[in-house]
């Protein structure tokens, strides 16, 4: 990872986070950012590692989580980085093996390496896969729309209670309950919509 050499030695002295993450909001300072990514870039190498099982494509999911923190951080107000770096580095890792597996035909990342045979875009794994998507929109839709709105930004905006809260006028503490008690709604839904 010699992408953040590069910041090193740029910041002076160590910066508590909550004090960085603040001054990174406030003018955009991309080797403060680097500070703060640097102690959990091995956190974020294991959690794509896990997922990918590709050491090369771990590196670059590392690199391209970084420049989405440049971004991100600079929108959103982070109370536990590590946590929350958790969680994108997580959900990045999954929007890649969805979109992959939707473009080879929803082969299993083992079976990547195998060369790509024409028909496999159509196969039974791919319907499946459709399937599950079409019914999770669906569910989602049957969800009274706190709950909808709070999973929606939590999970496909990666946004913390605090900014759900602040978007959405919801009390933080009701944040948590729309959101747990969503998923619960969301798995016997799913399970319930046939065979996915």
Same mark, same amino acid.
């Given at each position: ?8 030695? =740029?910041?002076? %002295? ?6 960085? !993450?603040?001054?990174?909001? &406030? $003018?955009?300072?991309?080797?403060? /950012? ?39 951080? =600079?929108?959103? %107000? ?6 929350? !770096?958790?969680?994108?580095? &997580? $959900?990045?890792?999954?929007?890649? /093996? ?29 319907l499946a896969l459709d399937g ?65």
């Amino acid at each position: 990872m010699k992408f953040l050499k590069f910041f090193q030695g =740029k910041v002076k %002295e160590p910066v508590p986070e909550a004090e960085g !993450l603040a001054a990174y909001r &406030r $003018n955009g300072d991309v080797a403060v /950012l680097g500070a703060l990514y640097e102690p959990y870039m091995d956190m974020v190498f294991g959690v794509c590692f896990q997922y990918l099982r590709d050491e090369d494509e771990s590196k670059d999911a590392v690199m391209q989580i970084f420049e989405k923190l440049v971004a991100d951080l =600079k929108q959103h %107000e982070v109370s536990n980085f590590k946590s929350w !770096l958790h969680s994108v580095a &997580r $959900n990045h890792c999954l929007m890649k /093996l969805r979109v992959s597996r939707i473009t080879v035909g929803a082969e299993s990342v083992d079976d990547r390496e195998q060369e790509l045979q024409i028909g496999a875009l159509y196969d039974e794994d791919t319907l499946a896969l459709d399937g599950q998507l079409n019914a999770l929109d669906e569910c989602l839709q049957k969800l009274v729309s706190e709950q909808r709105i709070s999973i929606e930004l939590f999970y496909l905006q990666n946004k913390c209670y605090r900014d759900i809260a602040g978007e959405t006028g919801f009390e933080m503490g009701k944040v948590k309950s729309y959101i747990q008690n969503g998923k619960r709604k969301l798995k016997i839904c799913i399970e319930n919509n046939g065979s996915y």
